[in-house]
């Protein structure tokens, strides 16, 4: 997770719509980036899905148009 992510914001792999982010209220505090990748490692479905790598280009969710944008 750690080299995915890159130099990329943490957060912006975390499902906020996953249980553990919500209990954990990790929009108000969210966690570090080495808890936030031990988390993911520990819970996958935290991980924001469906993830589209492609080069250094990644992409979170479903959406359509922006897929078509990446798509080589």
């Given amino acids: 997770m750690d080299r995915l992510i890159g130099a990329r914001d943490h957060l912006l792999f975390l499902n906020t719509r996953n ?3 919500r209990e954990r209220n990790m929009k108000a505090i969210p966690p ?3 808890e ?3 988390l993911m490692a520990a819970h996958p ?3 924001k899905r ?3 790598v492609r080069g250094k280009e990644i992409l979170f ?3 359509a148009a922006e897929w ?3 798509k080589g």
């Fill in 61 to 63: 969710g479903f959406d």
């Fill in 50 to 52: 469906p993830l589209l």
């Fill in 36 to 38: 936030a990748i031990r």
């Fill in 19 to 21: 249980e553990l982010y």
């Fill in 32 to 34: 570090t980036r080495a």
């Fill in 68 to 70: 078509e944008t990446i």
């Fill in 45 to 47: 479905n935290l991980i």
